[in-house]
């Protein structure tokens, strides 16, 4: 899609409408995500949109992949496609990296890919770093190194023998000034650094030590990535959020190649055990509001 200037210019949303889209992405939560929530700025969520959109467009480096009884979960790759083909639209080139787990998941979307080994050290990352010279990276659902090292997931078993250490990609990014985004909905995900000690306390959990320059927090972090791509529509005014229907389309593919339900450890198209119900309830709320939004900001 080739986007007008006007299209590109960074709109406000109305000032008696703030925080709907964080309030959305938080509905249903019961892992302690609306517990974080007060220790965050309000729009957390808008600002990382804002963030992206002050950048020079060019390569944003994107990562999901969460193992889950020998398969990536549905939680992750949902959000990250959505993010990925809104950067698109925006005029950034997104290059998905992840592990084997995640074969096939991305390229039927002609979204890019790049496969790092398990075993892959910061040289790996340092050269993706030299070659992409990326103006962001987002993390969407990924597993990042705790307080002993190790990456667990929520029942803190360890996955450290099935999980590429991308998180180091993170860090590297921070010292070179590059932007970093994380979006996760427990804790254990890169990003959740930014309030370890809160999690650690609050939550009694044993969180990813990773920290980002903008954390985003949801219920599911699926819902957060649409949070994202929500407020890039917004501030961008162009329409760029799919719509449940897509979403669902995409979920029965990967299903069909082996995800699995996080929760459920079944390959079902679910997330996080909730039912597609909920997940139509969602992005119907959010393409409702960006929808009253854009057609507000049309009229001004």
């Given at each position: 899609?080739?986007?007008?200037?006007?299209?590109?210019?960074?709109?406000?949303c109305p000032?008696?409408?703030?925080?709907?889209?964080?309030?959305?992405?938080?509905?249903?939560?019961?892992?302690?995500?609306?517990?974080?929530?007060?220790?965050?700025?309000?729009?957390?969520?808008?600002?990382?949109?804002?963030?992206?959109?002050?950048?020079?467009?060019?390569?944003?480096?994107?990562?999901?992949?969460?193992?889950?009884?020998?398969?990536?979960?549905?939680?992750?790759?949902?959000?990250?496609?959505?993010v990925?083909?809104?950067?698109?639209?925006?005029?950034?080139?997104?290059?998905?990296?992840?592990?084997?787990?995640?074969?096939?998941?991305?390229?039927?979307?002609?979204?890019?890919?790049?496969?790092?080994?398990?075993?892959?050290?910061?040289?790996?990352?340092?050269?993706?770093?030299?070659?992409?010279?990326?103006?962001?990276?987002?993390?969407?659902?990924?597993?990042?190194?705790?307080?002993?090292?190790?990456?667990?997931?929520?029942?803190?078993?360890?996955?450290?023998?099935?999980?590429?250490?991308?998180?180091?990609?993170?860090?590297?990014?921070?010292?070179?000034?590059?932007?970093?985004i994380?979006i996760?909905?427990?804790?254990?995900?890169?990003?959740?650094?930014?309030?370890?000690?809160?999690?650690?306390?609050?939550?009694?959990?044993?969180?990813?030590?990773?920290p980002?320059?903008?954390?985003?927090?949801?219920?599911?972090?699926?819902?957060?990535?649409?949070?994202?791509?929500?407020?890039?529509?917004?501030?961008?005014?162009?329409?760029?959020?799919?719509?449940?229907?897509?979403?669902?389309?995409?979920?029965?593919?990967?299903?069909?190649?082996?995800?699995?339900d996080?929760?459920?450890?079944?390959?079902?198209?679910?997330?996080?055990?909730?039912?597609?119900?909920?997940?139509?309830?969602?992005?119907?709320?959010?393409?409702?509001?960006?929808?009253?939004?854009?057609?507000?900001?049309?009229?001004?």
């Amino acid at each position: 899609m080739d986007l007008t200037k006007s299209q590109m210019t960074t709109a406000a949303c109305p000032a008696s409408a703030e925080h709907v889209i964080e309030d959305i992405v938080l509905r249903h939560s019961s892992r302690g995500m609306n517990i974080l929530q007060q220790y965050l700025a309000p729009d957390y969520c808008r600002k990382a949109a804002d963030d992206i959109l002050k950048l020079k467009r060019g390569s944003v480096l994107l990562t999901t992949g969460f193992f889950v009884a020998g398969y990536a979960e549905t939680d992750g790759p949902l959000g990250t496609v959505s993010v990925a083909q809104a950067l698109k639209n925006l005029g950034f080139t997104p290059v998905i990296v992840t592990d084997e787990i995640c074969r096939d998941l991305f390229e039927p979307e002609d979204l890019s890919v790049e496969y790092v080994e398990l075993s892959s050290g910061a040289d790996t990352y340092e050269q993706l770093l030299d070659r992409y010279d990326p103006v962001c990276l987002i993390s969407i659902e990924r597993c990042g190194r705790n307080l002993n090292q190790e990456y667990a997931n929520m029942r803190g078993i360890s996955i450290t023998a099935q999980t590429a250490s991308i998180d180091t990609m993170f860090d590297l990014a921070r010292s070179r000034h590059i932007l970093t985004i994380g979006i996760g909905d427990g804790g254990n995900e890169i990003g959740m650094g930014n309030v370890k000690d809160i999690i650690s306390e609050k939550l009694e959990l044993n969180p990813c030590t990773v920290p980002v320059d903008d954390l985003i927090i949801a219920t599911v972090s699926n819902w957060g990535a649409y949070g994202l791509a929500a407020y890039l529509s917004i501030l961008a005014n162009v329409y760029i959020l799919p719509a449940y229907q897509v979403i669902a389309s995409y979920l029965n593919r990967i299903v069909a190649l082996g995800c699995v339900d996080g929760v459920l450890k079944k390959p079902q198209p679910t997330v996080d055990g909730f039912s597609a119900a909920v997940e139509e309830e969602i992005l119907d709320a959010l393409n409702s509001y960006v929808s009253n939004v854009l057609h507000a900001q049309q009229e001004l």
